[in-house]
Every structure is written in structure tokens, then in C-alpha cells.
């Protein structure tokens, strides 16, 4: 929000208002969804065969485990552990 807020030359704060009245959600949980949603590619294209949960949420952008964890959980309904045992099945 900070890149794009310099970027067009806008206060931050209202950058956040502007993006929650119009979007329905603050746009941290709109970041947060992009990054899910990029783990969740990065799972289907086989990133955990030769890398670990902990390194998957840093390659997303989650400053750690648990906070991947816990967004991941908020997004998809279940943690990434059920997710993948359920994906492997």
C-alpha cells in the first residue's frame, strides 16, 4: 500500500479507506488472499515435494509460519497440513 500510495501520489490512509468502501474488506485481507492464493498454485505445482511449509510461507510474502497458518486457515477453511494430506490422497 505504501509503493502505491507514492506511486500515485495519494495518502495512505485514505488509499486504505477508498480500497475498504469500495472492496467490502481492508486491503490487508485482500493482500493476504493474493498471497493464499499464490501458495495454493505453488502447492498444486508440486513447490513442496522439494521445499518446507516454513518456506512456502516466505516465498508468499508472510513474515511466518504462523501467520501463514492462520491467513491460510481464514481463506481456504482449513490449515495447509489438511489441505495437502487431502490433496495427496
Excluded at 61 to 70: H, M
Aim: aromatic share 16%.
Amino acid at each position: 500500500i505504501d509503493s502505491i500510495s507514492k506511486r500515485i501520489n495519494y495518502p495512505k490512509n485514505h488509499l486504505k479507506h477508498f480500497f475498504k468502501h469500495h472492496c467490502a474488506y481492508p486491503v490487508n485481507k485482500y493482500f493476504n488472499s493474493i498471497k493464499v492464493k499464490h501458495a495454493l498454485y505453488l502447492i498444486q505445482q508440486g513447490y513442496l515435494d522439494k521445499h518446507t511449509i516454513e518456506s512456502l510461507a516466505y516465498q508468499c510474502q508472510f513474515n511466518s509460519r504462523i501467520t501463514f497458518f492462520k491467513n491460510f486457515k481464514s481463506i481456504v477453511g482449513i490449515s495447509p497440513t489438511t489441505f495437502i494430506s487431502r490433496m495427496n490422497k
